[in-house]
């Protein structure tokens, strides 16, 4: 018999909301999703509303043909011109690069609720948006 100190410990997974919370981007990820589908694990601290300051957030960016939206509109919350980016290859390191350039910046991100495949109450981004301060 093994342990899985992590899954027997229960989570501090929070729920939030439905609304616009200010983020910053602390980190990433390129992971691999139970299904196989490769994603990036966006890491965040919120920073706004008060009552949620300093909480953490997480949400993940598919790498399909389906969901390549989301990442264009994560980073370009995050203030990046997308004009001034050339098309290139998902996964390559000038890729990389470019979601390298969205840690430490502060953006808005819409929360709603949605219900998992497991059928867990849990967040999800639908809209992000640049803080222009």
């Known amino acids: 018999m093994n342990m899985d100190w992590d899954k027997e ?3 501090d997974f929070i ?4 609304g616009t919370y200010k983020v910053i981007v602390d980190n990433f990820e390129q992971i691999n999703a139970s299904t196989g589908t490769k994603q990036i694990r966006w890491k965040a601290t919120i920073l706004e509303p008060s009552d949620y300051v300093g909480k ?10 389906k969901s390549l939206w989301k990442i264009a509109r994560l980073v370009k919350g995050c203030g990046i011109d997308l004009k ?3 098309k290139m290859e998902v996964g390559t390191a000038a ?3 470019v979601l390298e350039s ?5 953006t808005y991100w819409h929360l709603i ?3 998992n495949n497991k059928g867990k109450d849990v967040n ?3 809209d992000f948006r640049v803080d222009t301060e």
């Open 95 to 97: 890729f990389m690069k």
């Open 56 to 65: 953490p957030f997480t949400t993940h960016t598919p790498l399909t043909e």
């Open 15 to 18: 729920v939030y909301p439905e």
């Open 84 to 86: 001034s980016l050339p």
């Open 9 to 11: 410990g229960g989570s």
């Open 124 to 126: 999800e981004v639908d």
């Open 102 to 106: 969205c840690k430490r910046r502060t």
């Open 113 to 115: 609720k949605t219900v």
